[in-house]
Every structure is written in structure tokens, then in C-alpha cells.
């Protein structure tokens, strides 16, 4: 059973940092591309950052790019979710999802799998 458990969120002042973490289980960790997402109230799950098998290659929603930073852990089977200048736009639920690829991107239907989520609250 495959499963992706999302820590590290929480309530944060605009200009802090949040580190997500996004723990998995049931897979083979290192044949998966992963990727963040989040939705915000009232909005459509958007795209935030993709990361290849190898953690080489990395993809950003132009929303964040420069702020923060997804990499990779094979041997711990993390993902991670640097998040830096943090605004009140940044406030969603964010959710890590694994594709059985090497490298992909900002469309959702090319996950396999997707965890619960974390709650994320930037305050003005």
C-alpha cells in the first residue's frame, strides 16, 4: 500500500520559512518523480514544484520560483519543500504526489499517487 504522509505545516508570518517534508512508503522511492501542489480555498489545485527520480532536474511554478526549493532524499524516501519569503497568497493546502516517471511536471494527471496534505497559513 502505497503512502504519502505530508508534515512541516503551519502558521507563519509573511517574509518567514516553512520546510515541508513529504514521507513515502510502498514504493520504489528512487523510480518516482515527485511534485508539490496546493489549493486554496475556493481555488483549483495548482501546480508549486516538480523534482526528477534523480533530483537533476527541477521544475517551479513562475508563483514561486526564487522562494523556494523542492529536493530529495532516496535514501530516506523524502521529499522536501523549502519555502522562503513566505506571502499570504503562499496560504493552501499543500499536497506531494509520485509519478512513475523520470522527470515530470504541472500536470496532475501524470501522478500515481497523492497524500492527505498539510495546511500552510501565511498571516499579513
Known amino acids: 500500500q502505497v503512502q504519502l504522509v505530508e508534515s512541516g505545516g503551519g502558521l507563519v508570518q509573511a517574509g518567514g520559512s516553512l520546510r515541508l517534508s513529504c514521507a513515502a512508503s510502498?514504493?520504489?522511492?528512487?523510480?518516482?518523480?515527485m511534485g508539490w501542489f496546493r489549493q486554496a480555498p475556493g481555488k483549483e489545485r495548482e501546480f508549486v514544484a516538480a523534482?526528477?527520480?534523480?533530483?537533476?532536474?527541477?521544475y517551479y511554478a513562475d508563483s514561486v520560483k526564487g522562494r523556494f526549493t523542492i529536493s530529495r532524499d532516496n535514501g530516506k524516501n523524502t521529499v522536501y519543500l523549502q519555502m522562503d519569503s513566505l506571502k499570504p497568497e503562499d496560504t493552501a493546502v499543500y499536497y506531494c504526489?509520485?509519478?512513475?516517471?523520470?522527470?515530470?511536471?504541472?500536470?496532475?494527471?501524470?501522478?500515481?499517487?497523492w497524500g492527505q496534505g498539510t495546511q500552510v497559513t501565511v498571516s499579513s
Open positions: 523534482i526528477s527520480r534523480t533530483g537533476q532536474t527541477t
Open positions: 504526489a509520485a509519478a512513475n516517471l523520470v522527470i515530470t511536471g504541472a500536470g496532475a494527471d501524470q501522478y500515481d499517487y
Open positions: 510502498g514504493l520504489t522511492f528512487n523510480r518516482y518523480a
